[in-house]
């Protein structure tokens, strides 16, 4: 049976999607969906997966338009976009992902973008943005919590960490700021850039978990609100991106509560000036 996909509004200058496709994205929270195409990612300690980030992108854009992502790691940002007709750029501090990337999506410079540098630098030569979403590196997490490579018999993202890795030892790599404040300082910094690049009336996702500093849990997610609000964005809300197969540890058991994040906090801002 055909399903009625709704009316498409013609004064919609935000996304291709019609008004019952639109209200299905304002829901606040989303499950998260693996594809086949997530598979070559797992190289990458902290991959997003492509059918999270084409939700996102189906909502704040249409065909044609270009999607930036300013930590892209192994380029799922540029897979999504690439499946939905629209144009990406993405940079990484990471060369090796660059390689990682362009096994996943053919990259051509032109629709398909992917710079090599610090954000920092690289967002200088950028314009003229549609939307940007992101996932920066979580503090030093990877390092610290003996976190990054996860077992090898186990091939989608769920399976358990057994030892460190960092994203690469250079300095401006934020994954490698182990101080806090020091991070949200560079993030900033950051993100400053991102909205000049941004055009009005556009939005900007970030994706990040809360996660523990020194141990003591963190609302991380009230730092990032913040510290976008100063800069001059505008918050429209934040959806629970559940990731319900991860494994649980008995962090506190038996006697302390201790959480278990089992969801990204995907937070949603607009550019209005
Ligand atoms: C959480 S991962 C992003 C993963 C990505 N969403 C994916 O699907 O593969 C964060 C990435 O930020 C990169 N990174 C860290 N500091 C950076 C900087 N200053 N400029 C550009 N990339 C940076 C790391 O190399 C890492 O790949």
């Known amino acids: 049976m055909v399903q009625n996909k709704g009316k498409y509004d013609e004064r919609n200058r935000l996304n291709d999607l019609t008004g019952k496709e639109w209200l299905q994205h304002t829901k606040s929270f989303y499950v998260s969906k693996r594809s086949i195409q997530d598979k070559p990612a797992f190289e990458h300690p902290a991959p997003f997966l492509v059918k999270d980030i084409e939700w996102l992108i189906e909502m704040f854009t249409k065909e044609g338009m270009t999607v930036l992502d300013p930590f892209v790691g192994s380029g799922t940002t540029l897979v999504a976009a690439n499946n939905l007709n629209r144009r990406s750029i993405g940079i990484d501090i990471n060369p090796e992902y660059m390689k990682l990337a362009n096994k996943r999506v053919k990259i051509d410079n032109k629709d398909v973008c992917f710079e090599v540098g610090n954000s920092g630098e690289k967002l200088s030569d950028i314009s003229n943005i549609d939307y940007i979403v992101t996932s920066p590196p979580y503090f030093n997490i990877l390092s610290n919590k003996g976190s990054g490579i996860r077992k090898k018999s186990e091939h989608f993202r769920n399976g358990s960490r057994v030892s460190v890795e960092t994203y690469t030892d250079e ?103």
């Open 171 to 273: 300095v401006k790599d934020l994954g490698n700021i182990n101080d806090y404040s020091e991070f949200i300082e560079s993030l900033a910094s950051i993100m400053t850039k991102c909205f000049l690049v941004l055009n009005n009336k556009k939005y900007i996702t970030l994706i990040l978990s809360d996660f523990t500093i020194n141990k003591e849990e963190h609302n991380v997610q009230g730092d990032i609100v913040k510290m976008m609000e100063d800069i001059g964005f505008k918050f429209a809300g934040t959806v629970i991106l559940l990731q319900n197969s991860k494994p649980l540890y008995p962090f506190g058991y038996p006697y302390a509560y201790k959480i278990n994040h089992h969801h990204q906090n995907v937070m949603h801002f607009r550019k209005e000036e």
